[in-house]
Antibody, heavy 120, light 107 residues
Framework: EVQLVESGGGLVKPGGSLRLSCAASGFTFSSYSMNWVRQAPGKGLEWVSSISSSSSYIYYADSVKGRFTISRDNAKNSLYLQMNSLRAEDTAVYYC?????????????WGQGTLVTVSS | EIVLTQSPDFQSVTPKEKVTITCRASQSIGSSLHWYQQKPDQSPKLLIKYASQSFSGVPSRFSGSGSGTDFTLTINSLEAEDAATYYCHQSSSLPLTFGQGTKVEIK
C-alpha cells in the first residue's frame, strides 16, 4: 500500500524558514516522480513543485521560485521542501504526491498533508 | 498559463442521479487532463487520468471524456459517499494548473 506521510509544518513568522519532509513507503520510491501541492484554508489546489525520479528535472510555480527548494533522497525514501522567505500567502496545507509518470504530469497518490501557517 | 474553468461551482444531487461536471481549458491541452476527488477533511484522490482512463481502484460509475479544450467528468448513479469537491488538472504545460473545483452535495 502506498503511504506518504508529511511532517515539518507549523507556525512561522513572515520571512522565516521551514523544511517539510515526506516519508514514502509501499512503492519503489526511486522510480517515481514526486510533487508538492498546497491548499490554502477553504481554497482550491495549487501546484508548488515537481522533481523527477533521479532529480534531473525540477520545476517550480512562479509564486515560489527562488524561495522554495525541492529535493529528494532516494536512499531514505524521502522528499523535502525547503521554504525560505515565507509570506502570509504561503499559509496552506502542503501535500506531497507521487506519480509513476514523468515530473510535471499527474498526481497518483497523495499524503494527508501538513499545515504551514505564516503569521506574526 | 493555462486556465481551467469548471462548471458548475456547486451541485446538489439526489442519490442515483447522474452528475456531469465540465472543465474548459483556455487553450488546447490534448488529453492531458486529470480529475481528482477531495472529500471533506481528506486529501485528494486521482479518479481519471488523461481525460478518460480510470485510475486503479476507482468505481466504474466514474468516467471521463473530452479532448482539446472541453472535458467532462460523469458520475453515473451517484452514491452518498460521492459527496466531495471535484477538481480538474492539466499537465499539458507548466505551470500545472487546477480548476477552481466543483462541490457536489447530496440532497
Amino acid at each position: 500500500e502506498v503511504q506518504l506521510v508529511e511532517s515539518g509544518g507549523g507556525l512561522v513568522k513572515p520571512g522565516g524558514s521551514l523544511r517539510l519532509s515526506c516519508a514514502a513507503s509501499g512503492f519503489t520510491f526511486s522510480s517515481y516522480s514526486m510533487n508538492w501541492v498546497r491548499q490554502a484554508p477553504g481554497k482550491g489546489l495549487e501546484w508548488v513543485s515537481s522533481i523527477s525520479s533521479s532529480s534531473s528535472y525540477i520545476y517550480y510555480a512562479d509564486s515560489v521560485k527562488g524561495r522554495f527548494t525541492i529535493s529528494r533522497d532516494n536512499a531514505k525514501n524521502s522528499l523535502y521542501l525547503q521554504m525560505n522567505s515565507l509570506r502570509a500567502e504561503d499559509t496552506a496545507v502542503y501535500y506531497c504526491a507521487s506519480s509513476i509518470a514523468a515530473a510535471g504530469d499527474r498526481f497518483d497518490y497523495w499524503g494527508q498533508g501538513t499545515l504551514v501557517t505564516v503569521s506574526s | 498559463e493555462i486556465v481551467l474553468t469548471q462548471s458548475p461551482d456547486f451541485q446538489s444531487v439526489t442519490p442515483k442521479e447522474k452528475v456531469t461536471i465540465t472543465c474548459r481549458a483556455s487553450q488546447s491541452i490534448g488529453s492531458s487532463l486529470h480529475w481528482y476527488q477531495q472529500k471533506p477533511d481528506q486529501s485528494p484522490k486521482l479518479l481519471i487520468k488523461y481525460a478518460s482512463q480510470s485510475f486503479s481502484g476507482v468505481p466504474s460509475r466514474f468516467s471521463g471524456s473530452g479532448s482539446g479544450t472541453d472535458f467532462t467528468l460523469t458520475i453515473n448513479s451517484l452514491e452518498a459517499e460521492d459527496a466531495a469537491t471535484y477538481y480538474c488538472h492539466q499537465s499539458s504545460s507548466l505551470p500545472l494548473t487546477f480548476g477552481q473545483g466543483t462541490k457536489v452535495e447530496i440532497k
